[in-house]
């Protein structure tokens, strides 16, 4: 390597790498951070005016970030979605971690079978899914209603608990737990004791990967949900398709507020999972 | 003191089998809830989809008695008396029922032109059955021929009867037939529809090359950035990868919002080529509402997708490798090319499928920067679900699409093993 590092081709290819490799880093960044000194424009415009560019503080303002809490246009669809969000997370959460601890024991029975039922709402493509539950839950009753919604969320987020809690069993020491068992521990102390803390990181991220899918889910909200049951989500698809008002940048804001707080505390756990089993081995 | 020793002595009663069967059946207990739950809220709808795009039972339930007795018809001419009478009762009932005209539309959907037949038909009956009552003639199938071929000389031809029998079929093709562009011959058999005048097939075709194209798209941006990220000191690595998990975890409709800001006709893009003088303020470009727009926010979104498993693999690949493949004498493009490409060909996998499965299925994107040219097949099948009400159409056109992403899944399975397809 040393040899070709010298030749002039590999240096331009080299300069080249790094260039594509910086331009699309801002292909994937700018978009997103666009939207935030916009969503302080004084003006009702989607495009930094000239007092802006010139920095001029007159030029910037919170207008839209007063306008989110005028009348319930958006607060309405921000507790309606916390209330979807909460309640499919807490199920997703308990089904998914214990499926997840029963599907890591050596015993489990059929566990290729069972995890790819498990999975499948993960990877089956949401259009697919929206339409067979809009059927099913109609005839059940459950279109326009907030508990069908919250069903049909929780089944899209169990996936990504059951990923993230065995992906910190794996390589787990059956045997610990019938030490557990044989120094006494019933099942349950043995799994609040030894398993449960082991786990824990995992579940935490998993919760939280299945509430941002729920947080951010429309395809289910767009055929199932009626006007009690507009989410974030819905009102934002409304805001785009109807009048796009500079208050959507706010909310806009607003969530990319929340994506660096779950993915921070995502990453926050999961280094602290890797320096654990770094300690363990 | 053995650990066998010591559970017999704790639990002496405890049988053979059980002690065999317990751990197995805890830990099936743990994931029967779940199992259970997606049985039910998932599995379901996948059976009441697939069961809606074949089973149609609407015409044969409003017009029981119509399509039995149109069983026992030949299908050339018109019908027996018979029919012509259970028919007009039947249309009369569910007329004065305000119920006929949802049974209309599902004729319609099978042979159009029928709505009007039936519906304006029907107000006749209506009348001609008062009129009769009050003249105390009977009603019987002789005088409902008559009426009714007096009422529509159609009814005097088989195309009526075989609309309402073929649309009183329980179960049924015809929902697959139109969603891969068949209609009704004159003679009632299904032939291709005329090239201007197919819309499904096509748009599959669309969604497949756009998929395929977003996918190529994501991979050749997203190997270089995630053979930067893999080969980086950890430290740089971290800041690196949380350039792309921040638009993994952002909202999709906020990241549309903002290509719909930058690439408007009024957008910062825009205006930014018109200040620097690239382009003159009349002719700006057109890069959304259309395939342009389509294709940009897709590759946003779904870049993430291709970069985490493809990352993942990348971080496994010893850089001796390449060390010892130049020290062999390989130039860069040689070692990359027959040693390190290879050794990715999981990721790759892994993260293409991910990619197009997401692509083709897409949904949300498309139906807000994509215009009319950039629409997929998705949005047709939303269309159905929530415009027109054609359920079974909107049902196979899902069941299709579903057929394609399970056989790649199986392809896949076969290639890679399914259960390796994670998070990255």
Known sequence: ?281 | MTPGEASTSRSPARPLWRRALGPRLRAAGLALPLVAFVTVTFAGPMLSLLTKSFYDPEVADALPETIAALRQWDGDGAPPDAVFAATAREFVAARTERTLGRTANRVNRVVSGMRSVIMGGSRLMVEAAAEAEAAGVTTDGAFWRETMIGIDARWRTPEPWRALRDAGQRFTARHYLKALDFERGPEGGYVRQAEEWRIYVPLFWRTLKVSLGVTLLCLVIGYPIAHLIANSPPRRANVLLLLVLLPFWTSLLVRTTSWIVLLQNQGIVNDFLVAVGLIGDENRIAMIYNMTGTFIAMTHVLLPFLVLPLYSVMRSIPPAYMSAAASLGATPLQALRRVYWPQTLPGVGAGCLLTFILAIGYYITPALVGGQSGQLISNMIAYHVQTSLNWGLAAALAALLLGGVTALYVVYDRLVGIDRLGLG
């Open chain 1, 1 to 281: 390597m040393a040899g070709a590092a010298l030749s002039p081709g590999y240096k331009v290819a080299r300069w080249g790498y790094l260039a594509f490799c910086v331009a699309t880093f801002i292909f994937l960044i700018a978009p997103i951070l666009v939207l935030v000194p916009l969503s302080f424009n004084a003006e009702p415009y989607f495009t930094f005016t000239e007092g802006m560019l010139r920095f001029d503080p007159d030029a910037y303002s919170l207008r839209w970030y007063r306008s989110i809490f005028d009348g319930d246009e958006w607060t309405r669809p921000l507790l309606n979605s916390l209330v979807i969000g909460i309640s499919a997370t807490v199920v997703a959460t308990v089904l998914g971690a214990a499926a997840a601890l029963g599907l890591a024991h050596p015993a489990m029975p059929g566990r290729r079978m069972v995890s790819a039922l498990l999975i499948s709402p993960m990877i089956t493509p949401v259009i697919i899914a929206g339409v067979g539950m809009f059927f099913f839950y109609s005839s059940l009753g459950l279109a326009q209603t907030h508990l069908g919604i919250i069903l049909a969320h929780a089944v899209f987020g169990a996936p990504f608990v059951v990923i993230t809690v065995s992906a910190t069993l794996a390589g787990f020491d059956w045997t610990v737990m019938r030490a557990a068992a044989n120094l006494g521990a019933n099942p349950l102390v043995a799994f609040r004791r030894v398993q449960l803390p082991l786990i824990l990181p995992g579940v935490i991220s998993g919760s939280l990967f299945a509430f941002a899918a729920s947080f951010d889910e429309l395809v289910i909200v767009l055929f199932m949900g009626g006007l009690e049951q507009r989410t974030l989500p819905r009102q934002m698809w409304s805001g785009i398709r109807e009048e796009i008002s500079p208050t959507l940048l706010a909310v806009a804001t607003f969530l990319i507020v929340f994506a660096l707080l779950a993915l921070s505390t995502v990453e926050w756990l999961r280094r602290r999972g890797e320096g654990a089993a770094k300690v363990r081995s």
